[in-house]
Every structure is written in C-alpha cells, then in structure tokens.
C-alpha cells in the first residue's frame, strides 16, 4: 500500500530553518518574544483579592491563549499556513473570553459551567459586545479609538470557516502562483500576530488599571526583599511588565495611563509602596536566606545548590556557605534525608 504525503518531516523541517534564518536577518523573533511574554505575564498577573482567587480560573482564558498563540507560531514556522491563522483567531476569540468573563464575574453560574465544559462558549452577539463595553474604561477608549469595530473587522474567521480557495490549505498552490512565497506568508501571520496582542494587551490593561503600575525590579526588591514576598497587586515584578505595551501606539497608551492614574485603587497601591520603608542591606540578606532555608527544606541542599540560577541571582558564595552548614544541622542535605526526618519527627 502506498501513503500519499504532501508535507514530510523534511519539507517542514526546512521551511522551519528558513523562516528561523529569515527571523535573524531582519531581527524579527524579538516582536514574538515580546508579545508571546506580554500575554503570559497578563495571565498570570490578572489581580486576585483572596486566597480562593487563586482557584477561581479566572486567568484560565488568557492562558489557554497563550497555549494558542505559541501553537500558531510553531505553526506558521513550519509552513501550516491555514493553521496558524486559525490559532491566532482562536487566541483573540479566547482572549476576548478573558474580558467578558471578568465583568460577567467568575462567580457568576454561567462562567463556572463553561470553565467546567458544561455550558457553550457565548456567541459574539450584541449582548456580548455590550457586556465588553459595560466597562466605563473600555467605553471610553473605544468611542476614541473605534477598537470594538476593529475587533469586528478582524478577518481571520475566513480561514476557519475555508472561504474558499484563497483560505484553505488546498490554496497554497495558487497563493505561490499568485506570488505569496512562505516569507510573505510569515509576515502576513506576524503582522495578525501583533495586532491581536495589541488588542488584548489593550483590554486588558483598561479592565484591570493595576496592570499599568510600573515599579522598577530593585525598587519593589528594596521594599519587600524576595521576589517572594513581593504581594500580586496586579503589576507583577517590575522590570518584565514593560512588554504589556509593546504594539500599543503612544496616543492609545496616553489615554490608557490617563485612565488609569486617575483609578482608586492604582492611586492607592502606589501610596501605599512608595510610603514602605526601604529595607538595610542586612534585612533584605536576612530575608533571602529566609526564603533559601524554606526552598531547601522543599527539595534539599544538593538539589538546591545546582539550581540556583532559577532562585534568587543575589545569592552569594558567603550564603551559600553558610546555608549549607544550616543544612547538615538539620539533616537537608538531600531529598530522602527530608522525608526520613519527616518520618522520625511523626514517629
């Protein structure tokens, strides 16, 4: 028996090292990086009141097009032209979801059931579109800016709906003869690409007003100690929260800060941290050994010591010595000498 195969391992292994060439040349991987960082620090930096929030899959949306938009990448690098639109469409359809859901309320019945896959995800109606713009913040940047009509306009629906030749996979015959070659391709997915983070990016920072407080890394650090113990206020660790505004142009992002600066709670939040005390130099070393001891006790010295990269980068020689006394003191060498003075200490 003979299997027809149009598309092999090599095929796509090759158009995967071409648009990886095409990247470097003209320094494009970057604005994906970006953006793909952008969305999944907005998923995990979506603000939680309490405990529960933590639980609640409110941020589920927003991660899940995360998962989309690095599919669709993936996609489009190893030449599945259809696909990866259809992934950048289902990752502002999922995005937009993160919205809707956040005003409807993750208490609300509806939300659960669908999180639970009991309850089909809303059509966009006009209830839909009315409950986006229920939001003051994004009703007033969107008679500025037409964004809602833009969102609308988004043509992507075609390829998941094959409207025809021109959206299908079949197409891509006639798309090389039209004169569409795999880097136009990739330009076309990359400028979909950045106009869906945009849109989310925008959104989201008008629904959620913390998520524009900017405080630098060693600020936050200088106030709080670890990275630990820095609160989720909904503006993240500093530094890495710059990518939130990557696409967005100045104006937009004027009247976005406008609207945010003049919001209760981003007013009280910068009060509130720019009043702590800046912690001495031996209370911040004092505090990340704290935090060490507590990630030791979890997986043991060893393991610990030879990850320290992904830990605390102010971790020094001097600490580490003296971490490592503490260890064999308490018998946190290992793994298995964790669980063995676990044992003894119940028995």
């Not at 090599?10 to 158009?15: D, L, N, R, S, V």
């Not at 998962?67 to 990448?73: G, K």
Request: glycine share 4%; proline share 2%.
């Amino acid at each position: 028996k003979m299997r027809v195969i149009k598309k092999t391992i090599e095929q796509t292994t090759e158009h995967y090292n071409l648009i990886s060439e095409y990247e470097t040349k003209f320094e494009l991987q970057n604005d994906v990086e970006k953006g793909l960082s952008s969305i999944f620090l907005i998923s995990q930096n979506i603000p939680l009141k309490s405990v529960s929030d933590f639980f609640s899959g409110e941020n589920f949306s927003m991660i899940e097009c995360f998962e989309e938009l690095e599919a669709s990448y993936h996609l489009i690098k190893y030449g599945f032209y259809k696909q990866s639109m259809i992934s950048l469409r289902t990752s502002l359809e999922i995005g937009l979801l993160s919205i809707y859901w956040s005003i409807l309320g993750k208490e609300s019945v509806e939300f659960k059931q669908w999180l639970s896959s009991k309850f089909d995800t809303p059509y966009k109606s006009k209830e839909f579109w009315e409950k986006i713009k229920s939001n003051e913040n994004i009703k007033l940047f969107d008679e500025e800016f037409s964004l809602i009509e833009e969102i609308k306009e988004f043509g992507l629906s075609d390829f998941v709906h094959t409207k025809g030749i021109w959206y299908s996979n079949f197409g891509e015959f006639q798309r090389k003869l039209k004169g569409q070659d795999k880097f136009e391709n990739y330009q076309e997915w990359l400028t979909n690409f950045k106009d869906i983070v945009r849109i989310l990016e925008v959104l989201h920072l008008l629904r959620f007003p913390t998520l524009n407080i900017r405080f630098s890394t060693d600020y936050l650090l200088s106030k709080f100690g670890t990275f630990d113990s820095i609160p989720q206020f909904g503006s993240g660790f500093g530094n890495e929260m710059d990518n939130l505004s990557t696409f967005i142009p100045k104006n937009q992002l004027t009247l976005i800060h406008d609207i945010a600066n003049s919001d209760e709670e981003v007013i009280e939040i910068k009060k509130w941290i720019n009043e702590l005390p800046e912690l001495t130099k031996e209370e911040i070393r004092n505090k990340i050994i704290d935090n060490q001891k507590r990630n030791i006790q979890s997986c043991g010295f060893e393991s610990w010591s030879s990850n320290l990269e992904i830990y605390d980068s102010r971790i020094n020689s001097n600490m580490i010595q003296n971490l490592r006394k503490w260890a064999i003191s308490k018998n946190f060498m290992t793994i298995e000498n964790i669980i063995k003075t676990h044992k003894k200490s119940r028995g």
